[in-house]
């Protein structure tokens, strides 16, 4: 029975063996399918060569383990520009051809590329891999684990084998040959211009508040509420990429509606600002914004509120890039009162601000824009407190 038991041993030995090469490589364990998302969130001149990729055994990094890994071949040929992943940059031939070894630890995996161009120019990339044969694959390993386990008790104690050399988890190979192009897709290259024209409309809910008006009103109440439609022109000057700017806008309220008493105002306004960015490479940038702010009302008769307040103001917003022209906006701000030159008034007069914005490409040069705006003016004239405070839902298209 001994000799019967040692040729067992040997064949099991051997199936076992027979998955992994040498070299760490393996047969092929069928394909994976690489998914990108739709052709605003692509990386502008990224390409791969197919939709479907070949699965091999290789290590990963910190083990001798063998686990499937995606062969991606992509290209990529853009002046001042370079791609990463995994927070190294992937190494292209001359040709602009490269190679990833992707591990895939379960069935489904995400696959972020960033591009970074000149002065930190930034576009991001998250496609996703997904291995079918990953179920098969683990089960067929568990099992083979299991029998080698089961023949290890006919085998006499041997030194144990040294594991090849530790391979790192993402392998780029210089392909030498060219590929079949895929199909032309028209990515998002708008980026940062350097002039950007906004017109917007907004939607204005007011709530505005005067002593005078309790004289004026048949409800007899200080404060009224109305709704208003705003046109919105702005524009923005780029200094420094992503760093340095100057930006400014103006809007009138083109029509109010929906007042709760017999009196209603339009109100129209401006900044003036410029901007720096304290981190210009990172994904979430932090914007200092510093500048002047201005409102007045159209009354009739003037019986009321106020015309022709500014001050200085400052603010500070947080931008996310969400790539392929996707960002998100938030920002708050507080901004002093004047009503003449070189004269601010008091503390208890103050503007306070907050807006939360989304980005988004609407064609592969131009951007869209929602918005939620709010902005709260206290102010005190000749003894005389008012408040406004004014909600706002706006839409506006950069060019």
């Known amino acids: 029975m001994k000799p019967l038991r040692g040729v067992l041993a040997l064949a099991l030995i051997a199936i076992g063996s027979t998955v992994i090469c040498d070299d760490g490589h393996a047969n092929s364990l069928g394909a994976a399918q690489l998914i990108r998302p739709y052709s605003g969130q692509r990386i502008a001149g990224l390409r791969w060569k197919s939709r479907l990729s070949k699965v091999v055994l290789r290590p990963i990094q910190g083990s001798s383990r063998h686990y499937p890994h995606a062969v991606l071949i992509g290209h990529y040929q853009r002046p001042g520009w370079r791609v990463t992943w995994n927070n190294r940059e992937i190494r292209t031939n001359p040709k602009g051809y490269f190679r990833l070894f992707v591990p895939l630890k379960k069935s489904r995996r995400t696959l972020r590329i960033i591009a970074i161009g000149p002065n930190g120019k930034i576009q991001m990339e998250r496609d996703k891999v997904k291995y079918p044969g990953w179920i098969a694959w683990a089960r067929a390993e568990r ?9 290890a008790s006919y085998q006499e104690p041997q030194q144990e084998k040294q594991p090849p050399p530790q391979q790192r988890e993402m392998t780029q190979e210089a392909q030498p040959e060219p590929y079949e192009q895929p199909e032309p897709t028209e990515p998002f290259r708008g980026g940062e211009k350097p002039f950007t024209f906004t017109p917007a409309l907004g939607f204005d809910q007011v709530s505005f508040s005067d002593p005078r008006l309790a004289s004026l009103q048949a409800n007899g109440q200080n404060s009224f509420t109305q709704f208003a439609t705003r046109l919105q022109i702005g524009g923005r000057a780029v200094v420094q990429p992503r760093t340095w700017d100057f930006e400014g806008d103006f809007y009138f309220q083109v029509a109010s509606f929906g007042a709760s008493s017999d009196k209603s105002a339009q109100f129209w306004g401006y900044h003036l600002n410029t901007g720096y960015v304290f981190n210009p490479k990172s994904l979430w940038r932090v ?21 022709n307040v500014y001050g ?10 969400l790539g392929g022209g996707h960002q ?3 920002e708050v701000g507080y901004g002093m009162v004047s ?8 503390t208890s007069n103050r503007n306070l601000k907050a807006k939360l914005g989304y980005e988004l490409p609407y064609s592969s040069t131009n951007t869209m824009q929602i918005y939620l705006n709010y902005s709260d003016v206290a102010i005190e004239l000749s003894n005389i407190p008012m408040s406004t405070t004014i909600f706002t839902l706006g839409f506006g298209f950069n060019f």
């Open 287 to 307: 914007k200092g914004i510093f500048g002047m702010w201005g409102n007045s009302m159209v009354v009739e008769n003037s019986e009321f509120g106020y015309e």
């Open 312 to 321: 200085p103001e400052a603010r500070l917003a947080l931008i996310g890039d």
């Open 143 to 151: 099992k083979k684990n299991q029998n080698q386990r089961s023949v």
């Open 328 to 330: 998100l906006h938030f």
């Open 339 to 346: 009503n003449a030159p070189f004269s601010l008034l008091g």
